[in-house]
């Protein structure tokens, strides 16, 4: 679904990269509550996700999954049957306590039905990269 992809598409650029030995990257597709045990013992998480709002596409937003819950007029909107404040949610009650951070994108549109990004995301590519390189920092 087009903009969807955007958080395997980060993967896939960052793969390359010289990262530190600590960091895992890991495409969790549309499986919610199956990342659950990919999650624990963890220190810290990065999600990388589009984020429906009213924004113009290719707005970046950091937010702590209290935000994501709290923000009644965001809508996490992906093909994952559970969303995925409620996956965050869960994994915390069965004993995640990773320092969790959502990067939320708004994407052009969920209507599309092709493989690709929209010129508006990939031109933030390699901002989206940057942002998870310094959270990745010690």
């Not at 992809?5 to 597709?29: F, R």
């Amino acid at each position: 679904m087009s903009d969807e992809g955007i958080g395997v598409y980060i993967i896939n650029k960052m793969v390359s990269l010289d990262l530190p030995e600590n960091v895992e990257l890991l495409d969790g597709g549309t499986a919610a509550l199956d990342l659950i045990p990919y999650l624990r013992g963890k220190d810290k998480i990065i999600i990388i996700d589009c984020i429906d709002t009213k924004d113009p596409p290719g707005t970046v937003y950091r937010l702590s999954p209290e935000e994501l819950e709290e923000l009644n007029n965001f809508t996490a909107s992906s093909m994952h049957q559970i969303g995925l404040a409620e996956t965050i949610k869960m994994s915390m009650l069965l004993g995640n306590n990773a320092d969790i951070v959502i990067i939320g994108i708004t994407p052009k549109n969920y209507d599309d039905y092709k493989i690709g990004l929209s010129p508006e995301l990939k031109s933030i590519v390699p901002k989206l990269i940057s942002i998870v390189l310094k959270e990745i920092q010690p």
